[in-house]
Protein backbone atom coordinates (compact mmCIF):
# COMPACT_ATOMS: atom_id res chain seq x y z
CA UNK A 1 0.00 0.00 0.00
CA UNK A 2 1.28 3.56 -0.70
CA UNK A 3 1.34 6.64 1.39
CA UNK A 4 -1.27 8.07 -0.73
CA UNK A 5 -3.70 4.93 -0.16
CA UNK A 6 -2.81 4.83 3.42
CA UNK A 7 -3.63 8.82 3.67
CA UNK A 8 -6.80 8.44 2.11
CA UNK A 9 -7.68 5.63 4.39
CA UNK A 10 -6.87 7.42 7.20
CA UNK A 11 -9.03 9.91 6.29
CA UNK A 12 -12.10 7.87 5.56
CA UNK A 13 -11.86 6.61 9.00
CA UNK A 14 -11.73 10.32 10.57
CA UNK A 15 -14.66 11.51 8.41
CA UNK A 16 -16.62 8.11 9.07
CA UNK A 17 -15.95 8.71 12.84
CA UNK A 18 -17.11 12.31 12.95
CA UNK A 19 -19.90 12.01 10.69
CA UNK A 20 -20.62 9.07 12.81
CA UNK A 21 -20.52 11.02 16.18
CA UNK A 22 -22.09 14.27 14.45
CA UNK A 23 -24.93 11.89 13.15
CA UNK A 24 -25.80 10.34 16.73
CA UNK A 25 -25.34 14.06 18.49
CA UNK A 26 -27.89 15.29 16.17
CA UNK A 27 -30.70 12.55 16.99
CA UNK A 28 -29.89 12.95 20.73
CA UNK A 29 -29.74 16.91 21.14
CA UNK A 30 -31.88 19.31 19.79
CA UNK A 31 -29.10 21.27 18.40
CA UNK A 32 -28.95 25.07 16.99
CA UNK A 33 -28.63 25.15 12.92
CA UNK A 34 -25.53 26.92 12.73
CA UNK A 35 -23.93 24.37 15.34
CA UNK A 36 -24.93 21.42 12.59
CA UNK A 37 -23.64 23.02 9.47
CA UNK A 38 -20.59 23.50 11.52
CA UNK A 39 -20.41 20.08 13.00
CA UNK A 40 -20.97 18.41 9.37
CA UNK A 41 -18.70 20.57 7.39
CA UNK A 42 -15.53 18.75 9.66
CA UNK A 43 -16.06 15.38 8.41
CA UNK A 44 -16.54 17.24 5.30
CA UNK A 45 -14.09 18.95 4.82
CA UNK A 46 -11.59 16.16 5.86
CA UNK A 47 -12.56 14.13 3.49
CA UNK A 48 -13.49 16.32 0.31
CA UNK A 49 -10.95 19.45 0.45
CA UNK A 50 -8.89 17.77 -2.61
CA UNK A 51 -11.82 17.59 -4.47
CA UNK A 52 -13.11 21.03 -3.54
CA UNK A 53 -9.86 22.06 -4.43
CA UNK A 54 -9.69 20.13 -8.03
CA UNK A 55 -12.73 21.18 -8.86
CA UNK A 56 -11.82 25.20 -8.22
CA UNK A 57 -8.59 24.34 -10.10
CA UNK A 58 -10.93 23.14 -13.13
CA UNK A 59 -12.78 26.59 -12.94
CA UNK A 60 -9.91 28.38 -12.87
CA UNK A 61 -8.15 26.56 -16.10
CA UNK A 62 -11.32 26.64 -17.62
CA UNK A 63 -11.53 22.71 -17.59
CA UNK A 64 -14.64 22.79 -16.10
CA UNK A 65 -16.77 19.24 -16.43
CA UNK A 66 -15.01 16.67 -14.68
CA UNK A 67 -16.10 14.48 -11.95
CA UNK A 68 -14.50 16.95 -9.03
CA UNK A 69 -16.63 19.60 -10.19
CA UNK A 70 -19.88 17.13 -10.42
CA UNK A 71 -19.19 16.42 -6.83
CA UNK A 72 -18.52 19.51 -5.52
CA UNK A 73 -22.12 20.71 -7.17
CA UNK A 74 -23.52 18.06 -6.10
CA UNK A 75 -22.23 17.95 -2.55
CA UNK A 76 -21.95 21.69 -1.73
CA UNK A 77 -26.24 21.74 -3.05
CA UNK A 78 -27.25 19.25 -0.74
CA UNK A 79 -25.43 21.28 2.26
CA UNK A 80 -27.32 24.65 0.96
CA UNK A 81 -30.59 22.61 0.88
CA UNK A 82 -29.89 20.96 4.79
CA UNK A 83 -29.22 17.86 3.75
CA UNK A 84 -26.57 18.07 5.85
CA UNK A 85 -25.86 14.46 6.23
CA UNK A 86 -26.43 13.03 2.46
CA UNK A 87 -24.10 15.46 1.17
CA UNK A 88 -21.20 14.18 3.31
CA UNK A 89 -21.93 10.80 2.68
CA UNK A 90 -21.54 11.21 -1.19
CA UNK A 91 -17.98 12.66 -0.63
CA UNK A 92 -17.09 9.49 1.62
CA UNK A 93 -18.83 7.33 -0.33
CA UNK A 94 -16.98 8.46 -3.60
CA UNK A 95 -13.79 8.95 -1.75
CA UNK A 96 -13.98 5.10 -0.92
CA UNK A 97 -14.53 4.44 -4.43
CA UNK A 98 -11.46 6.35 -5.35
CA UNK A 99 -9.98 4.33 -2.79
CA UNK A 100 -10.77 0.85 -4.64
CA UNK A 101 -10.04 1.94 -7.56
CA UNK A 102 -6.61 2.61 -6.86
CA UNK A 103 -5.92 -0.60 -5.32
CA UNK A 104 -7.27 -2.12 -8.46
CA UNK A 105 -4.86 -0.25 -10.65
CA UNK A 106 -2.20 -0.52 -8.44
CA UNK A 107 -2.09 -4.48 -8.63
CA UNK A 108 -2.09 -3.77 -12.16
CA UNK A 109 0.60 -1.74 -12.04
CA UNK A 110 2.51 -4.19 -9.99
CA UNK A 111 1.55 -7.21 -12.03
CA UNK A 112 3.50 -4.78 -15.08
CA UNK A 113 6.23 -4.18 -12.84
CA UNK A 114 6.76 -8.00 -12.14
CA UNK A 115 7.27 -8.03 -15.59
CA UNK A 116 9.72 -5.09 -15.95
CA UNK A 117 11.65 -6.58 -12.96
CA UNK A 118 13.68 -8.74 -16.25
CA UNK A 119 15.47 -5.70 -16.20
CA UNK A 120 19.14 -6.34 -14.79
CA UNK A 121 21.18 -3.94 -12.88
CA UNK A 122 24.66 -4.80 -13.41
CA UNK A 123 26.91 -6.38 -15.84
CA UNK A 124 29.81 -8.30 -14.46
CA UNK A 125 33.67 -7.45 -15.79
CA UNK A 126 36.77 -9.67 -14.73
CA UNK A 127 39.39 -6.99 -14.10
CA UNK A 128 43.06 -7.94 -12.70
CA UNK A 129 41.25 -11.40 -10.94
CA UNK A 130 38.36 -9.03 -9.43
CA UNK A 131 34.40 -8.88 -10.42
CA UNK A 132 33.47 -5.51 -10.82
CA UNK A 133 29.93 -4.50 -11.32
CA UNK A 134 29.10 -2.15 -13.86
CA UNK A 135 25.94 -0.72 -15.60
CA UNK A 136 24.39 -3.34 -18.33
CA UNK A 137 24.91 0.28 -20.69
CA UNK A 138 28.32 1.03 -20.52
CA UNK A 139 29.21 -2.51 -21.58
CA UNK A 140 30.38 -2.46 -25.56
CA UNK A 141 29.55 -5.26 -28.09
CA UNK A 142 32.44 -7.52 -27.95
CA UNK A 143 33.18 -7.63 -24.26
CA UNK A 144 33.45 -10.95 -22.19
CA UNK A 145 31.02 -10.67 -19.44
CA UNK A 146 30.32 -13.41 -16.28
CA UNK A 147 27.08 -14.18 -15.14
CA UNK A 148 26.94 -16.24 -12.47
CA UNK A 149 24.15 -18.58 -10.84
CA UNK A 150 21.12 -16.68 -9.63
CA UNK A 151 22.10 -13.64 -12.16
CA UNK A 152 20.22 -12.14 -14.65
CA UNK A 153 21.61 -12.08 -18.14
CA UNK A 154 22.31 -8.45 -18.91
CA UNK A 155 22.79 -8.29 -22.34
CA UNK A 156 22.52 -10.59 -25.76
CA UNK A 157 25.23 -12.63 -26.47
CA UNK A 158 27.00 -15.97 -27.20
CA UNK A 159 28.22 -18.18 -24.26
CA UNK A 160 32.31 -18.27 -24.61
CA UNK A 161 32.70 -20.55 -21.77
CA UNK A 162 30.41 -22.65 -19.43
CA UNK A 163 27.22 -24.86 -19.52
CA UNK A 164 24.10 -24.10 -17.65
CA UNK A 165 20.23 -23.79 -17.28
CA UNK A 166 18.11 -20.57 -17.83
CA UNK A 167 15.04 -19.02 -16.29
CA UNK A 168 13.27 -17.74 -19.25
CA UNK A 169 9.82 -17.75 -18.03
CA UNK A 170 9.69 -13.52 -17.72
CA UNK A 171 10.15 -13.88 -21.26
CA UNK A 172 8.00 -16.61 -22.43
CA UNK A 173 5.74 -17.64 -19.75
CA UNK A 174 7.07 -21.21 -19.51
CA UNK A 175 8.19 -22.76 -16.42
CA UNK A 176 10.26 -25.31 -18.33
CA UNK A 177 14.36 -23.94 -17.81
CA UNK A 178 16.53 -23.73 -21.15
CA UNK A 179 19.89 -25.57 -21.45
CA UNK A 180 22.81 -23.80 -22.85
CA UNK A 181 26.23 -24.59 -23.71
CA UNK A 182 29.33 -22.94 -25.57
CA UNK A 183 27.99 -21.28 -28.93
CA UNK A 184 24.81 -21.27 -27.92
CA UNK A 185 22.93 -17.84 -28.28
CA UNK A 186 21.66 -16.24 -25.18
CA UNK A 187 19.52 -12.99 -24.36
CA UNK A 188 19.03 -10.51 -21.78
CA UNK A 189 16.42 -10.92 -18.93
CA UNK A 190 17.12 -14.49 -18.30
CA UNK A 191 18.43 -16.01 -14.99
CA UNK A 192 21.18 -18.05 -14.87
CA UNK A 193 19.99 -21.03 -12.56
CA UNK A 194 23.11 -23.18 -12.59
CA UNK A 195 26.58 -22.65 -14.31
CA UNK A 196 29.07 -20.36 -14.49
CA UNK A 197 29.05 -18.46 -18.17
CA UNK A 198 30.73 -16.35 -19.74
CA UNK A 199 29.42 -14.68 -22.48
CA UNK A 200 30.52 -12.36 -25.25
CA UNK A 201 28.14 -9.81 -26.04
CA UNK A 202 26.65 -9.16 -29.78
CA UNK A 203 24.55 -5.81 -28.44
CA UNK A 204 24.38 -2.67 -26.41
CA UNK A 205 21.84 -2.62 -23.95
CA UNK A 206 19.61 -0.20 -25.91
CA UNK A 207 19.02 -2.77 -28.84
CA UNK A 208 19.29 -6.00 -26.35
CA UNK A 209 15.89 -8.19 -26.24
CA UNK A 210 15.20 -7.07 -22.87
CA UNK A 211 15.51 -3.21 -23.20
CA UNK A 212 13.06 -3.15 -26.65
CA UNK A 213 10.56 -5.53 -24.57
CA UNK A 214 10.58 -2.90 -21.68
CA UNK A 215 10.12 0.02 -24.12
CA UNK A 216 7.09 -2.25 -25.76
CA UNK A 217 5.48 -2.69 -22.56
CA UNK A 218 5.92 0.63 -20.98
CA UNK A 219 4.19 2.34 -24.70
CA UNK A 220 1.23 -0.05 -25.08
CA UNK A 221 -0.94 2.60 -23.26
CA UNK A 222 0.05 4.46 -26.20
CA UNK A 223 -2.12 2.70 -28.73
CA UNK A 224 -5.49 3.11 -27.56
CA UNK A 225 -8.80 0.48 -28.60
CA UNK A 226 -11.75 2.21 -30.68
CA UNK A 227 -13.48 1.03 -27.63
CA UNK A 228 -11.37 2.83 -24.92
CA UNK A 229 -10.99 6.08 -27.35
CA UNK A 230 -15.04 5.85 -27.82
CA UNK A 231 -15.12 5.74 -23.99
CA UNK A 232 -12.90 9.01 -24.09
CA UNK A 233 -14.79 10.90 -26.27
CA UNK A 234 -17.85 9.74 -24.64
CA UNK A 235 -17.20 11.37 -21.33
CA UNK A 236 -16.14 14.66 -22.78
CA UNK A 237 -19.06 15.56 -24.17
CA UNK A 238 -21.73 13.91 -22.24
CA UNK A 239 -20.51 15.49 -19.08
CA UNK A 240 -21.04 19.20 -20.02
CA UNK A 241 -24.70 17.79 -21.54
CA UNK A 242 -25.57 16.27 -18.28
CA UNK A 243 -24.29 19.33 -16.17
CA UNK A 244 -26.87 21.55 -18.58
CA UNK A 245 -29.81 19.22 -18.38
CA UNK A 246 -29.48 19.34 -14.22
CA UNK A 247 -29.34 23.08 -14.60
CA UNK A 248 -32.61 22.80 -16.78
CA UNK A 249 -34.57 20.36 -14.27
CA UNK A 250 -33.65 22.71 -11.59
CA UNK A 251 -34.47 26.20 -13.26
CA UNK A 252 -37.11 25.52 -15.71
CA UNK A 253 -39.70 23.24 -13.40
CA UNK A 254 -40.06 25.40 -11.25
CA UNK A 255 -40.92 28.53 -12.92
CA UNK A 256 -44.53 26.64 -13.96
CA UNK A 257 -44.46 24.37 -11.34
CA UNK A 258 -43.34 25.93 -8.04
CA UNK A 259 -41.40 24.48 -4.99
CA UNK A 260 -37.92 25.24 -5.79
CA UNK A 261 -35.99 23.24 -3.37
CA UNK A 262 -37.57 19.77 -4.66
CA UNK A 263 -36.65 20.43 -8.18
CA UNK A 264 -32.88 21.39 -7.41
CA UNK A 265 -32.52 18.23 -4.85
CA UNK A 266 -33.71 16.19 -8.26
CA UNK A 267 -31.33 18.10 -10.36
CA UNK A 268 -28.56 17.55 -7.26
CA UNK A 269 -29.13 14.07 -7.90
CA UNK A 270 -29.14 13.74 -11.47
CA UNK A 271 -25.54 15.11 -10.73
CA UNK A 272 -24.23 12.70 -8.72
CA UNK A 273 -25.83 9.80 -10.81
CA UNK A 274 -24.75 11.41 -14.19
CA UNK A 275 -20.51 11.08 -13.13
CA UNK A 276 -18.93 8.58 -15.55
CA UNK A 277 -16.17 8.07 -13.53
CA UNK A 278 -17.07 4.00 -13.86
CA UNK A 279 -16.27 4.14 -17.49
CA UNK A 280 -13.52 6.38 -17.58
CA UNK A 281 -11.78 4.36 -15.03
CA UNK A 282 -12.73 0.18 -15.22
CA UNK A 283 -12.55 0.39 -19.61
CA UNK A 284 -8.46 1.54 -19.44
CA UNK A 285 -8.20 -0.44 -16.57
CA UNK A 286 -9.49 -3.54 -18.36
CA UNK A 287 -7.37 -3.25 -21.00
CA UNK A 288 -4.22 -2.39 -19.28
CA UNK A 289 -4.96 -5.60 -16.79
CA UNK A 290 -5.18 -7.42 -20.36
CA UNK A 291 -2.02 -6.39 -21.74
CA UNK A 292 -0.38 -7.30 -17.91
CA UNK A 293 -1.98 -10.86 -17.80
CA UNK A 294 -0.74 -11.45 -21.44
CA UNK A 295 2.92 -10.25 -21.03
CA UNK A 296 2.81 -12.99 -18.03
CA UNK A 297 1.55 -15.11 -20.87
CA UNK A 298 4.65 -14.83 -22.88
CA UNK A 299 2.64 -12.38 -24.91
CA UNK A 300 3.73 -9.19 -25.82
CA UNK A 301 0.52 -6.78 -27.13
CA UNK A 302 2.12 -3.49 -28.68
CA UNK A 303 -1.55 -1.60 -27.43
CA UNK A 304 -5.02 -2.03 -26.48
CA UNK A 305 -6.24 -1.25 -30.29
CA UNK A 306 -4.12 -4.73 -30.83
CA UNK A 307 -6.39 -6.58 -28.19
CA UNK A 308 -9.38 -5.06 -29.61
CA UNK A 309 -8.39 -6.49 -33.28
CA UNK A 310 -7.27 -9.60 -32.10
CA UNK A 311 -10.46 -10.59 -30.03
CA UNK A 312 -12.42 -10.32 -33.76
CA UNK A 313 -10.09 -12.38 -35.38
CA UNK A 314 -11.98 -14.56 -37.86
CA UNK A 315 -8.85 -15.38 -40.33
CA UNK A 316 -5.72 -17.15 -38.93
CA UNK A 317 -2.98 -17.43 -42.01
CA UNK A 318 0.48 -18.59 -41.13
CA UNK A 319 4.26 -19.07 -42.74
CA UNK A 320 5.27 -22.35 -42.28
CA UNK A 321 8.85 -22.86 -41.40
CA UNK A 322 9.88 -21.66 -38.32
CA UNK A 323 5.74 -21.04 -37.29
CA UNK A 324 4.59 -24.31 -37.92
CA UNK A 325 7.26 -26.58 -38.78
CA UNK A 326 10.07 -26.25 -36.36
CA UNK A 327 12.59 -25.15 -38.91
CA UNK A 328 15.34 -27.69 -37.67
CA UNK A 329 16.34 -29.00 -41.51
CA UNK A 330 18.06 -32.25 -42.30
CA UNK A 331 19.18 -33.47 -44.88
CA UNK A 332 17.01 -36.93 -45.53
CA UNK A 333 18.66 -37.32 -49.00
CA UNK A 334 21.49 -36.68 -51.66
CA UNK A 335 20.65 -37.33 -55.46
CA UNK A 336 23.97 -36.45 -57.73
CA UNK A 337 23.91 -36.99 -61.39
CA UNK A 338 25.69 -40.29 -62.03
CA UNK A 339 28.91 -38.75 -62.63
CA UNK A 340 29.10 -36.44 -59.04
CA UNK A 341 30.02 -38.13 -55.73
CA UNK A 342 27.42 -37.12 -53.27
CA UNK A 343 30.04 -35.97 -50.63
CA UNK A 344 31.23 -33.69 -53.80
CA UNK A 345 27.51 -32.32 -54.02
CA UNK A 346 27.11 -31.29 -50.32
CA UNK A 347 30.87 -29.64 -50.21
CA UNK A 348 29.44 -27.20 -53.25
CA UNK A 349 26.25 -27.06 -51.47
CA UNK A 350 27.99 -26.46 -48.11
CA UNK A 351 30.39 -23.69 -49.91
CA UNK A 352 27.58 -21.65 -51.28
CA UNK A 353 25.58 -21.30 -47.99
CA UNK A 354 28.81 -20.74 -45.76
CA UNK A 355 28.14 -16.94 -45.55
CA UNK A 356 24.62 -17.84 -44.38
CA UNK A 357 22.65 -18.85 -40.98
CA UNK A 358 19.65 -20.12 -42.49
CA UNK A 359 18.39 -22.74 -41.39
CA UNK A 360 18.36 -24.48 -44.34
CA UNK A 361 21.65 -23.40 -45.07
CA UNK A 362 22.82 -24.88 -41.40
CA UNK A 363 21.81 -28.01 -42.33
CA UNK A 364 23.44 -28.43 -45.07
CA UNK A 365 27.06 -27.11 -43.20
CA UNK A 366 26.17 -29.41 -40.65
CA UNK A 367 25.56 -32.56 -43.31
CA UNK A 368 28.85 -31.79 -44.91
CA UNK A 369 30.71 -32.11 -41.57
CA UNK A 370 33.32 -29.44 -42.05
CA UNK A 371 33.72 -26.06 -41.55
CA UNK A 372 33.74 -24.51 -45.12
CA UNK A 373 36.72 -22.70 -46.36
CA UNK A 374 35.13 -19.06 -47.21
CA UNK A 375 38.08 -17.98 -49.15
CA UNK A 376 36.89 -20.22 -51.87
CA UNK A 377 33.82 -18.35 -52.17
CA UNK A 378 33.32 -15.22 -54.08
CA UNK A 379 30.47 -13.25 -55.33
CA UNK A 380 27.62 -14.38 -53.19
CA UNK A 381 24.14 -13.45 -54.19
CA UNK A 382 20.69 -14.44 -52.82
CA UNK A 383 18.05 -14.38 -54.97
CA UNK A 384 14.49 -13.83 -52.83
CA UNK A 385 11.97 -16.91 -53.47
CA UNK A 386 15.19 -18.67 -55.51
CA UNK A 387 17.97 -19.29 -53.68
CA UNK A 388 21.66 -18.41 -53.74
CA UNK A 389 24.18 -17.78 -56.65
CA UNK A 390 28.00 -17.73 -56.16
CA UNK A 391 31.74 -18.18 -57.61
CA UNK A 392 33.23 -21.16 -56.11
CA UNK A 393 36.34 -21.85 -56.78
CA UNK A 394 36.04 -20.05 -59.66
CA UNK A 395 33.06 -21.70 -61.28
CA UNK A 396 29.53 -20.22 -61.27
CA UNK A 397 27.60 -22.27 -58.82
CA UNK A 398 23.45 -21.80 -58.65
CA UNK A 399 21.74 -23.73 -55.58
CA UNK A 400 17.64 -23.27 -55.34
CA UNK A 401 14.72 -24.41 -56.84
CA UNK A 402 13.73 -25.38 -60.47
CA UNK A 403 12.81 -21.64 -61.35
CA UNK A 404 16.14 -20.68 -60.55
CA UNK A 405 17.77 -24.07 -62.19
CA UNK A 406 15.68 -22.53 -65.11
CA UNK A 407 17.03 -19.24 -65.18
CA UNK A 408 20.30 -20.71 -65.26
CA UNK A 409 19.66 -22.72 -67.96
CA UNK A 410 20.08 -26.14 -66.46
CA UNK A 411 18.63 -28.95 -67.77
CA UNK A 412 16.91 -31.18 -64.54
CA UNK A 413 14.69 -34.02 -64.20
CA UNK A 414 10.58 -33.16 -63.19
CA UNK A 415 10.18 -32.82 -59.50
CA UNK A 416 8.14 -35.07 -57.63
CA UNK A 417 5.50 -34.73 -56.01
CA UNK A 418 7.45 -35.82 -52.39
CA UNK A 419 7.14 -34.00 -48.48
CA UNK A 420 10.24 -31.49 -47.66
CA UNK A 421 12.36 -29.17 -50.11
CA UNK A 422 14.16 -30.29 -52.61
CA UNK A 423 17.09 -28.02 -53.42
CA UNK A 424 18.87 -28.27 -56.96
CA UNK A 425 22.36 -27.42 -57.79
CA UNK A 426 23.98 -26.54 -61.23
CA UNK A 427 27.46 -25.44 -61.90
CA UNK A 428 28.35 -23.32 -64.62
CA UNK A 429 25.06 -23.78 -65.63
CA UNK A 430 24.84 -27.48 -66.20
CA UNK A 431 22.86 -29.48 -63.21
CA UNK A 432 24.61 -31.75 -60.74
CA UNK A 433 22.06 -33.49 -58.78
CA UNK A 434 19.74 -31.96 -55.99
CA UNK A 435 20.05 -32.75 -52.00
CA UNK A 436 16.15 -32.88 -49.95
CA UNK A 437 15.68 -30.93 -46.97
CA UNK A 438 13.00 -32.14 -44.59
CA UNK A 439 11.39 -30.73 -41.58
CA UNK A 440 9.58 -31.67 -38.76
CA UNK A 441 6.12 -30.11 -37.66
CA UNK A 442 6.22 -28.35 -34.01
CA UNK A 443 4.84 -30.25 -30.99
CA UNK A 444 1.99 -27.99 -30.52
CA UNK A 445 0.95 -27.09 -34.25
CA UNK A 446 -1.77 -29.86 -34.60
CA UNK A 447 -3.20 -29.12 -31.34
CA UNK A 448 -2.67 -25.39 -31.76
CA UNK A 449 -4.99 -25.74 -35.01
CA UNK A 450 -7.55 -27.54 -33.09
CA UNK A 451 -7.72 -24.58 -30.57
CA UNK A 452 -8.44 -22.24 -32.99
CA UNK A 453 -11.22 -23.93 -34.81
CA UNK A 454 -12.61 -24.43 -31.19
CA UNK A 455 -12.66 -20.57 -31.11
CA UNK A 456 -14.57 -20.27 -33.85
CA UNK A 457 -12.11 -18.82 -36.49
CA UNK A 458 -13.53 -19.86 -39.24
CA UNK A 459 -10.23 -20.09 -41.59
CA UNK A 460 -6.53 -20.98 -41.44
CA UNK A 461 -4.46 -20.96 -44.08
CA UNK A 462 -0.71 -21.48 -44.58
CA UNK A 463 1.37 -19.43 -46.93
CA UNK A 464 4.87 -20.50 -48.21
CA UNK A 465 7.57 -20.16 -49.88
CA UNK A 466 8.32 -24.36 -50.34
CA UNK A 467 7.37 -26.77 -52.54
CA UNK A 468 3.45 -27.65 -53.36
CA UNK A 469 4.33 -31.60 -51.95
CA UNK A 470 5.91 -30.23 -48.84
CA UNK A 471 3.04 -27.82 -47.79
CA UNK A 472 0.19 -30.42 -49.01
CA UNK A 473 2.05 -32.27 -46.68
CA UNK A 474 1.78 -30.10 -43.75
CA UNK A 475 -1.65 -28.89 -44.24
CA UNK A 476 -3.36 -31.98 -44.45
CA UNK A 477 -1.35 -33.32 -41.00
CA UNK A 478 -2.57 -29.73 -39.10
CA UNK A 479 -6.24 -29.76 -40.77
CA UNK A 480 -5.43 -26.36 -42.30
CA UNK A 481 -8.59 -24.95 -44.57
CA UNK A 482 -6.38 -24.23 -47.21
CA UNK A 483 -2.96 -23.61 -48.48
CA UNK A 484 -0.42 -21.44 -51.09
CA UNK A 485 2.47 -22.75 -51.84
CA UNK A 486 6.30 -21.67 -54.24
CA UNK A 487 4.95 -18.14 -52.98
CA UNK A 488 7.93 -15.09 -53.30
CA UNK A 489 7.52 -12.39 -50.38
CA UNK A 490 5.49 -10.11 -52.36
CA UNK A 491 3.09 -12.90 -53.52
CA UNK A 492 2.46 -13.67 -50.16
CA UNK A 493 1.52 -10.12 -49.33
CA UNK A 494 -0.97 -10.74 -52.55
CA UNK A 495 -2.45 -13.84 -51.01
CA UNK A 496 -3.02 -11.86 -47.81
CA UNK A 497 -4.50 -8.68 -49.48
CA UNK A 498 -7.04 -11.18 -51.18
CA UNK A 499 -7.64 -12.64 -47.51
CA UNK A 500 -8.31 -8.99 -46.35
CA UNK A 501 -10.80 -8.47 -49.63
CA UNK A 502 -12.82 -11.94 -48.76
CA UNK A 503 -12.88 -11.68 -44.79
CA UNK A 504 -16.52 -10.53 -43.14
CA UNK A 505 -17.24 -6.90 -41.94
CA UNK A 506 -16.64 -6.14 -38.64
CA UNK A 507 -13.51 -9.59 -38.44
CA UNK A 508 -10.24 -9.30 -38.89
CA UNK A 509 -7.08 -11.31 -40.30
CA UNK A 510 -4.14 -12.03 -38.15
CA UNK A 511 -0.72 -13.21 -40.14
CA UNK A 512 1.65 -15.12 -37.72
CA UNK A 513 5.09 -15.40 -39.03
CA UNK A 514 8.81 -15.50 -37.67
CA UNK A 515 9.03 -11.66 -37.94
CA UNK A 516 12.28 -11.85 -40.12
CA UNK A 517 11.33 -12.97 -43.52
CA UNK A 518 7.34 -11.90 -43.36
CA UNK A 519 8.15 -8.76 -42.23
CA UNK A 520 5.63 -6.93 -45.15
CA UNK A 521 3.33 -9.59 -44.70
CA UNK A 522 3.02 -9.13 -40.77
CA UNK A 523 2.70 -5.12 -41.67
CA UNK A 524 -0.05 -5.63 -43.85
CA UNK A 525 -2.18 -7.68 -42.09
CA UNK A 526 -4.96 -6.36 -39.49
CA UNK A 527 -2.82 -8.07 -36.45
CA UNK A 528 0.70 -9.34 -36.94
CA UNK A 529 1.90 -11.71 -35.01
CA UNK A 530 5.76 -12.56 -34.72
CA UNK A 531 6.57 -16.08 -33.09
CA UNK A 532 9.90 -17.66 -31.89
CA UNK A 533 11.06 -14.17 -31.33
CA UNK A 534 13.57 -14.50 -28.81
CA UNK A 535 16.39 -11.72 -29.56
CA UNK A 536 14.98 -11.24 -33.06
CA UNK A 537 15.08 -7.50 -33.66
CA UNK A 538 12.76 -7.48 -36.38
CA UNK A 539 10.25 -9.78 -35.18
CA UNK A 540 9.66 -6.96 -32.56
CA UNK A 541 9.81 -4.26 -35.01
CA UNK A 542 7.63 -5.70 -37.41
CA UNK A 543 4.69 -7.15 -35.33
CA UNK A 544 1.66 -6.08 -33.04
CA UNK A 545 2.01 -8.92 -30.99
CA UNK A 546 4.99 -10.90 -29.91
CA UNK A 547 4.61 -14.53 -28.72
CA UNK A 548 8.14 -14.63 -27.16
CA UNK A 549 8.45 -18.15 -27.32
CA UNK A 550 8.18 -20.55 -30.96
CA UNK A 551 4.96 -21.98 -29.28
CA UNK A 552 1.93 -21.81 -31.86
CA UNK A 553 -0.19 -22.96 -28.79
CA UNK A 554 -0.15 -19.69 -27.61
CA UNK A 555 -2.17 -18.26 -30.60
CA UNK A 556 -5.29 -19.63 -29.48
CA UNK A 557 -4.20 -18.24 -25.60
CA UNK A 558 -4.07 -14.93 -26.84
CA UNK A 559 -7.49 -14.72 -28.83
CA UNK A 560 -8.77 -15.99 -25.63
CA UNK A 561 -7.20 -13.33 -23.10
CA UNK A 562 -8.51 -10.61 -26.31
CA UNK A 563 -11.80 -12.11 -26.42
CA UNK A 564 -12.31 -12.28 -22.35
CA UNK A 565 -11.00 -8.52 -22.58
CA UNK A 566 -13.47 -7.49 -24.77
CA UNK A 567 -16.14 -9.25 -22.68
CA UNK A 568 -15.09 -7.60 -19.45
CA UNK A 569 -14.88 -3.86 -21.26
CA UNK A 570 -19.07 -4.41 -22.81
CA UNK A 571 -19.67 -5.87 -19.49
CA UNK A 572 -19.09 -2.77 -17.74
CA UNK A 573 -20.11 -0.16 -20.08
CA UNK A 574 -23.85 -2.33 -20.57
CA UNK A 575 -23.96 -2.34 -16.49
CA UNK A 576 -22.91 1.23 -16.14
CA UNK A 577 -25.01 2.81 -18.48
CA UNK A 578 -27.09 0.83 -18.07
CA UNK A 579 -27.62 1.87 -14.42
CA UNK A 580 -26.79 5.20 -14.88
CA UNK A 581 -30.09 5.40 -17.25
CA UNK A 582 -32.71 4.38 -15.27
CA UNK A 583 -31.73 6.02 -12.20
CA UNK A 584 -31.10 9.58 -14.23
CA UNK A 585 -34.82 9.13 -15.39
CA UNK A 586 -35.98 8.20 -11.76
CA UNK A 587 -33.92 11.11 -10.21
CA UNK A 588 -36.00 13.43 -12.95
CA UNK A 589 -39.33 12.06 -12.35
CA UNK A 590 -38.74 12.87 -8.32
CA UNK A 591 -38.67 8.75 -7.65
CA UNK A 592 -35.01 8.51 -6.71
CA UNK A 593 -33.05 9.74 -3.65
CA UNK A 594 -29.51 10.63 -2.55
CA UNK A 595 -28.85 7.13 -1.28
CA UNK A 596 -30.07 5.44 -4.66
CA UNK A 597 -27.82 8.02 -6.24
CA UNK A 598 -24.78 7.24 -3.92
CA UNK A 599 -25.03 3.65 -5.44
CA UNK A 600 -25.37 4.77 -9.20
CA UNK A 601 -22.13 6.62 -9.24
CA UNK A 602 -19.62 5.16 -6.78
CA UNK A 603 -21.98 1.61 -6.39
CA UNK A 604 -21.32 0.94 -9.91
CA UNK A 605 -17.82 2.48 -10.35
CA UNK A 606 -16.60 0.02 -7.53
CA UNK A 607 -18.44 -2.41 -9.21
CA UNK A 608 -16.72 -2.34 -12.69
CA UNK A 609 -13.26 -1.73 -11.76
CA UNK A 610 -13.90 -5.42 -9.65
CA UNK A 611 -14.98 -6.28 -12.65
CA UNK A 612 -12.36 -5.33 -14.51
CA UNK A 613 -9.28 -7.04 -11.99
CA UNK A 614 -10.69 -10.08 -12.95
CA UNK A 615 -7.97 -9.18 -16.10
CA UNK A 616 -5.21 -9.45 -13.49
CA UNK A 617 -5.95 -12.97 -13.01
CA UNK A 618 -4.94 -14.04 -16.95
CA UNK A 619 -1.55 -15.30 -17.02
CA UNK A 620 -1.33 -16.91 -14.02
CA UNK A 621 -3.36 -20.23 -14.62
CA UNK A 622 -3.75 -21.13 -18.20
Same mark, same amino acid.
Given at each position: ?105 ? =? ?111 ? %? ?21 ? +? ?30 ? +?? +? ?75 ? %? ?9 ? =? ?156 ? %? ?40 ? +? ?57
Amino acid at each position: MTKKQKKMRLRIFISALLLAGMMAADRLFLLPAGVRLAGYLIPYFVIGYDILRKAVLGIRNRQVFDENFLMAVATVGALALGEYSEGVFVMLFYQVGELFQSYAVG =KSRQSIAALMDIRPDYANLEQDGQVVQVDPEEIAPGTLILVRPGEKIPLDGVVEEGSGSLDTSALTGESLPRSVTVGESVISGCIDLDGVLRIRTTKEFGESTVSKILDLVEN %SSMKKARTENFITHFARYYTPIV +CYCALALALIPPLFLGNWGDWVQRALIFLVVS +CP +CALVISIPLTFFGGIGGASRAGILVKGSNYLEALSKADTVVFDKTGTLTKGSFQVAQIAPVPRVEESQLLEWAALAE %SFSNHPISKSL =KAAWGKQPDQSRVSQVEELAGLGVTAQVDGRSLALGNLRLMEKVGAQCPPERQEPGSRIHLALDGVYQGSILIADTLKPTAVAAISALKKLGVRQTVMLTGDSPAAAAAVAGELGLDSYHAQLLPAQKVERVEELLAQKPAGKTLAFVGDGINDAPVL %SRADVGIAMGALGSDAAIEAADVVLMDDDPAKIALAIRICRK +CMVIVWENIIFALGVKGVVLAAAALGLSNMWLAIFADVGVMVLAVLNSTRMLRVGKNR
